[in-house]
C-alpha cells in the first residue's frame, strides 16, 4: 500500500473540518501536533493544545489514566498539523483509541493562517 492510499484510507473515515469551520465549532478540543519549530515560526490557533504527536494517544485516550483533563469521548476534537497530512492519519489514530469524532483540518495551520484567522504568535509548550 502507498502512503497516498493509506492516507485515503485514513480520510474515508473522518468527516474533515475546513479552517472557517473550524471558527465556528466553539466547543471543539482543537489540538495542535506541529513540532515547535514551526510554531515558533508561524504561531499557533489561539484556544489550541499543542500535543507532541509521539503521545498524543496517550493524552487523548478518553479513558486513560495519562489523559489531558477537560475532554470526553463526546467531545469533538480537531487536530492539525502543517498542511493537513499527519493529521489526518493522527485523526484515524484518536478514533481508534474511543474518540468518534476525532477529525482533521483541511490544509492544516498553513490554510487556516492563509484564510486570514486569528494567529497567537509563538508557541505555547506541547504536552509531553
Known sequence: ??????????????????????????DAFVVDIRPVHNRLAE???????PVERIVLEWRLDPHGDHRIPGFTADS???VLCNEGYASSLAARDLRRVGLPNATDLVGGFRAYAAAGLPVREGATPAIT
Open 76 to 78: 469533538t476534537v480537531v
Open 43 to 49: 504561531g499557533e490557533i489561539p484556544g489550541s493544545v
Open 1 to 26: 500500500m502507498s502512503a497516498e492510499s493509506f492516507l485515503d484510507e485514513a480520510r474515508r473515515e473522518l468527516r474533515r473540518v475546513t479552517p472557517e469551520e473550524l471558527v465556528g465549532l466553539t
